[in-house]
């Protein structure tokens, strides 16, 4: 019997993880939509990547920041899903879209926390809400968090406090979804070297060193570290999986 290819969408998946978890997706063989707030040409390589794998990809704009272009976002969605994937809905939504802000919380302005709460709370939120629409039953939402919501590290008052909260909403989605058979869980990368905060934990060799310090296995992680635990919780292995917290540092700050 034909068994209907499932189809991810993850947000901010130009660069980074969020690149590396589409490739690890494809490779479960699944079709994957990916977003890019501004880098196009990198998003269309990555789609190249995933059709060279077999599978069908397609790219798309998405700035999570803008709740207000939400709709007209899932309306090209929609368009995306009728004609590139022969279908209507799609089953796995990753929040991972994001940046980061360093600064205390002496420091941190009013400016720089909402954006924080926009990307990485306000947006996710309510694209989930909005997306659950064109989402089947026994799918599932993989919201990315952080280390960071776990232990305290400082300069990340403001992002590692919208991740706790997006590990919070994370538990009610599970709870309230569960009557669809849809999952949701968190993925906590630890320091990865990507783009992300200027690229520090990668260029800064002093930072790279302290951080390789305090993390049970002696590095810092790469984000091949990353994808394929995401790729994971699209599978029917992970079936069972729903509202958990999986931490995937290298055993940071025990
Ligand atoms: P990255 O290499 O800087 O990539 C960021 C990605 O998000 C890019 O695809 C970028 O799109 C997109 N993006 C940025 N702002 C956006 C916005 N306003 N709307 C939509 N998309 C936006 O960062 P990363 O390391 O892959 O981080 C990905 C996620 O992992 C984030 O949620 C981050 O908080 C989390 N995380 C990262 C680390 C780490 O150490 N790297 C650790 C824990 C958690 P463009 O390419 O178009 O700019």
Redesign the pocket.
């Known amino acids: 019997m034909a068994v209907n290819t499932k189809i991810a969408l993850v ?9 590396n978890m589409a490739i690890a997706i494809a490779k479960k063989g699944i079709d994957v939509i990916i ?5 196009k040409e ?2 269309d390589e990555v789609v190249k990547e995933i059709e060279n794998l077999g599978q069908k990809a397609a790219s798309l704009q ?4 803008e709740s207000n272009t939400f709709d007209s976002f899932l309306e090209n969605i929609s368009l995306t899903l009728k004609n590139t994937f022969k279908t209507d809905k799609f089953d796995f939504l990753v929040n ?5 802000i360093h600064n205390s919380f002496v420091g941190t302005t009013e400016a720089e926390f909402d954006q924080l709460t926009n ?2 709370f306000k947006g996710p939120f309510f694209l989930t809400q909005k997306a659950l629409s064109i989402m089947n039953d026994g799918g599932g939402i993989i919201n ?5 919501a776990r232990f305290s590290f400082p300069g990340y008052a403001a992002y590692a406090s919208m991740k706790g909260a997006i590990e919070t909403l994370t538990k009610y989605q599970a709870k309230e979804l569960g009557e669809r058979q849809i999952r949701a869980n968190v993925v ?5 070297e ?3 905060g200027g690229g520090a ?1 990668r260029d800064n060799e002093e930072l790279n060193k302290t951080i390789a310090g305090v993390t049970a296995l002696g590095r810092v ?1 790469l984000p091949d570290d990353i994808g394929g635990v995401v790729a994971f919780l699209c599978t029917e292995d992970a079936r069972w999986v729903n509202a958990q917290r999986i931490e995937v540092s290298g055993g940071m700050y025990l």
């Open positions: 947000t901010g998946s130009s660069r980074g993880l969020g690149k977003t890019y707030n501004s880098k990198e998003a998405l700035n999570v920041a991972n879209a994001g940046i980061g990307i990485h990315i968090s952080s280390g960071l906590a990368p630890g320091a990865i990507t783009d992300f934990v992680g």
